[in-house]
């Protein structure tokens, strides 16, 4: 009994000293003591929230006291904080953030006795729980190199004896006669350069033929740019000098031969942002993505009193994007906390204006169908859950696929539901499925994406090579589990009212009305508007309905999940 107590005292002792706007001044005895606090109690860990509200005020004492004595050390509890989330939930991404800030904690303060700490841990990181041993085998060898009278030195040193050494192909002198320099034989080549782009996220893919190591530099100020120093790499003898982009956030990507030993890569940019650097292999590319500060959503010139009240009611898509030619418009992404929940969600009708979709036997339009459930979902989504719902069209209009998503983007939506009528050729298929971006699985997936997009197979192929480097950065996990939750939401919803109510099940596919979303995203095939009986269903306003009350259940189903610790 006294076991529970304690464990109560604790759990509310942390909520009290990590709630948002707490007055209890941070310092950095007491961030060691609930950090010990945390790793004792089983109970605390199982909470995902508890680690990152850690995490927060970790985070916060390092940027306000950046030159206090005890700073490494916090650096290095929050590293190890880290960790421990990553095995608590056995997330790859939360490793991969372990690694990152123990790495962080050594180039900050290379001389630290905890330097050959941090290295190590990084190392068994990579090696148990990512099994990268090339990498993990990079960090042992570092430490070996850079602290060799460090205590963990001769740990590192038998892990090296243990693990395989990567393979490195034999470098040899040789002269590249069309930039007159000399560069090394064999060497990695830069083949080509790539991206996909929105208003405040870029991601740019450097096609190499071989791995690379890649030092970053930024150099932040009025003309901030960041760039890549790729060791002993060729350019390929066709690669333009400059790839434009021209978006709100990078104006070019610039490419050329810095010196005998370094390609230099530099991302010009329009102002300051945050950088990932990631590698991928087969094929190898590194992989850098740029993400925006934040821009406010507002009307700069004065309106008439009537007109602002009209734009305040219709924040949707349309709006902004026809008030965008006469009124200068800025966009505001709000800063989330993963412990924040759902707050907005963002609905699209699919198709709409001179893009019907799909159209039924009885002259049923997909783009009509699904504008009504739209609304009858958002109505349904206000009431129930007491969220803020934006539609991205509130009436019968046409919209690019891409700026779907980039209006979800923008507003800073946490979910992005998509609402489609299936069909297919004969006319007998039927039920219900569910979508997440991914690669398709099969033909008909594939299939479903083609019409969806507009494009054709082999269309969906293309994009499915362009989403293979999208991926990793996309909410893959997240939309999964909330397409699972909406799909039996669905089946569970709708079969106690209609007779043959298929459940089609979790599909994945390239959807590009997905591609892009920053939040947990689906789209959702309501039922075959090209089967008889079901078009009859989806013209129905109780299916509608139904359909709308359904899908509400899965996200509140979903929402219950968001706080658990494990990462599926």
């Given amino acids: 009994m006294k076991i529970k107590y304690s464990i109560l005292f604790i759990s ?5 000293v990590t709630a948002p706007g707490s007055a209890i001044a941070e310092d950095y005895s007491a961030l060691r003591y609930d950090y010990q606090q945390l790793i004792k109690s089983s109970q605390l860990q199982r909470q995902r929230t508890t680690w990152e509200r850690l995490i927060k005020r970790f985070d916060l004492y390092i940027a306000q006291n950046p030159h206090d004595k005890n700073v490494v050390k916090a650096l290095f509890l929050l590293a190890r904080t880290w960790d421990g989330l990553s095995k608590a939930s056995g997330s790859r991404k939360d490793t991969h953030k372990a690694i990152d800030h123990y790495l962080n904690m050594v180039d900050r303060f290379p001389q630290s006795k ?5 290295l190590f841990l990084a190392g068994q990181a990579a090696e148990y729980r990512l099994k990268d041993r090339a990498t993990a085998y990079s960090h042992y060898q570092r430490l070996v190199l850079q602290v060799p009278a460090g205590d963990m030195a001769g740990e ?3 892990r090296l004896s243990l693990l395989p050494v990567p393979v490195v192909k034999k470098q040899t002198a040789a002269v590249d006669q069309s930039h007159h320099t000399q560069v090394v034989g064999d060497s990695p080549r830069l083949n080509n350069i790539r991206y996909w782009s929105g208003p405040e996220y870029t991601r740019v893919v450097l096609d190499l033929t071989a791995p690379v190591v890649a030092k970053p530099h930024y150099l ?4 901030p740019r960041l760039y890549f120093d790729l060791l002993y790499t060729k350019l390929s003898a066709d690669l333009p000098p400059s790839v434009p982009i021209r ?4 104006k070019q990507v610039r490419a050329s031969l810095f010196d005998a030993q370094r390609t230099r890569v530099v991302l010009d940019l329009n102002r300051v942002a945050e950088y990932k650097l990631a590698t991928l292999e087969n094929p190898h590319r590194l992989v850098i993505d740029i993400k925006g500060s934040p821009l406010k959503l507002g009307i700069t010139t004065q309106l008439p009193e009537k007109q602002a009240v009209t734009a305040a009611a219709d924040d949707s898509i349309a709006s902004i994007l026809n008030s965008a030619s006469d009124r200068q418009v800025v966009l505001h992404v709000p800063q989330k906390t993963h412990d924040e929940g759902i707050h907005l969600i963002v609905i699209d009708a699919g198709h709409g204006g001179k893009d019907p979709g799909a159209i039924g036997p009885r002259n049923v339009y997909e783009k009509n169908v699904v504008l009504k459930m739209a609304k009858a979902l958002a109505k349904a989504l206000r009431q129930q859950l007491g969220v803020k719902v934006l539609l991205t069209r509130t009436d019968d209009r046409y919209l690019k696929l891409r700026q779907r998503t980039e209006y979800a983007n923008q507003v ?4 992005f539901i998509s609402l489609h009528a299936n069909a297919t050729a004969n006319g007998k298929a039927y039920g219900v499925e569910t979508y997440f971006l991914n690669l398709s699985k099969n033909n008909q997936a594939a299939e479903v994406a083609a019409r969806e997009n507009g494009t054709t197979l082999q269309e969906v192929g293309n994009l499915e090579a362009i989403l293979f480097d999208l991926m990793a950065n996309a909410k893959i996990n997240e939309s999964s589990r909330l397409a699972a939750e909406v799909q039996q939401a669905l089946v569970a919803g709708l079969r106690p009212h209609y007779s043959r109510i298929k459940d089609l099940g979790v599909k994945q596919g390239p959807f590009h009305v997905l591609l892009g979303a920053t939040m947990p995203s689906v789209l959702i095939e309501a039922g075959f508007i090209s089967n008889p009986r079901e078009e009859k269903r989806l013209e129905s306003a109780n299916y509608q309905k139904r359909v709308a009350a359904a899908i509400v259940t899965g996200v509140k189903n ?11």
Avoid: H, M, P
């Fill in 247 to 250: 978006n709100g956030l990078v």
């Fill in 220 to 223: 932040k100020g009025e003309n």
């Fill in 12 to 16: 509310l002792l942390f909520l009290i």
């Fill in 156 to 158: 590192a040193q038998k």
């Fill in 558 to 568: 979903y929402s219950a999940t968001i706080d658990q610790v494990a990462q599926r």
């Fill in 412 to 415: 800073g939506a946490d979910l």
């Fill in 114 to 118: 905890l330097a050959d700490d941090s």
